[in-house]
């Protein structure tokens, strides 16, 4: 694994990093949240008599709605999607979704944030999320782990993952920090790209269906494929982040 670190800083002309703090998506990370995601946009779009593409909320997901409703419209109708058709359209989408979601924790996601805090980093949250019931989830199940000064959400953004505005944030929010400051956990190929646009070094979580060659394709460093894989490697990615020298 110390070979991934040392071709980051080498490629992003770090000698070292600092790490203050870890950056954490939610939908796939924390949450087990992104089946109820996919179901509900595509049980909208069937009802509107849209097509969509396989597994396209998995490769979509932290997009900003608004982009991804207008993208859908032009692919079928043509056109864009009015402001009034996307409040209409991501109102339905919240409907079914909250039928769907269970609100159920990532297995492992506790604890890897435990750890990080344990190790006096800071956890911040980047989301593309407007889900403010899913939200208000985050200080029942993860009691202490964010405070609003250090989540990032689509409320926060002008333009979403793939962008790298939302990272960009989130380094903003964690005290003005330098990109080898952070490292990213994500589970979405758009997050993170987004990351890496970022310059953060990014590690993905693989919770969906999509093939690891399209996490790594986005630039991932390294893949796990669940969050208790990710703890249990927790201290050696900070040892390596703490010791590294290049």
């Known amino acids: 694994?110390?070979?991934?670190?040392?071709?980051?800083?080498?490629?992003?002309r770090w000698t070292h990093f600092?790490?203050?703090?870890?950056?954490?998506?939610?939908?796939?990370?924390?949450?087990?949240?992104?089946?109820?995601?996919?179901?509900?946009?595509?049980e909208t779009m069937d009802e509107l008599g849209l097509k969509y593409l396989p597994n396209?909320?998995?490769f979509q997901e932290g997009r900003l709605a608004h982009d991804m409703i207008s993208d859908i419209f032009q692919r079928?109708?043509?056109r864009g999607a009015t402001p009034e058709e996307v409040k209409s359209v991501y109102a339905r989408k919240s409907e079914i979704f909250r039928q769907y979601n269970n609100y159920e924790p990532m297995p492992g996601a506790y604890e890897t944030l435990k750890y990080v805090q344990k190790e006096g980093l800071t956890p911040i949250l980047v989301t593309g999320s407007r889900q403010a019931t899913l939200l208000d989830q985050l200080a029942t199940h993860f009691p202490g782990a964010f405070t609003p000064e250090t989540m990032v959400t689509a409320f926060n953004v002008k333009r979403g993952k793939p962008h790298p505005e939302p990272f960009l944030k989130g380094l903003e929010m964690g005290g003005n920090l330098h990109a080898n400051q952070a490292i990213v956990i994500e589970n979405a190929p758009l997050g993170i790209e987004a990351a890496v646009k970022a310059g953060i070094f990014t590690i993905a979580v693989n919770t969906g269906p999509l093939d690891d060659t399209v996490l790594t394709g986005s630039g991932a460093s390294i893949v796990f494929h669940s969050m208790p894989e990710l703890t249990a490697a927790m201290p050696e990615i900070l040892h390596l982040a703490r010791t590294i020298r290049v």
Not at 1 to 12: A, N, P, Q, S
Not at 18 to 42: C, E, N, Q, T
């Open 18 to 42: 600092d790490l203050k703090a870890v950056i954490f998506d939610m939908d796939g990370v924390l949450y087990d949240s992104m089946p109820a995601h996919d179901l509900s946009w595509r």
């Open 56 to 58: 396209e909320f998995y």
């Open 76 to 78: 079928n109708l043509n």
């Open 1 to 12: 694994m110390d070979e991934l670190f040392i071709h980051y800083l080498k490629t992003k």
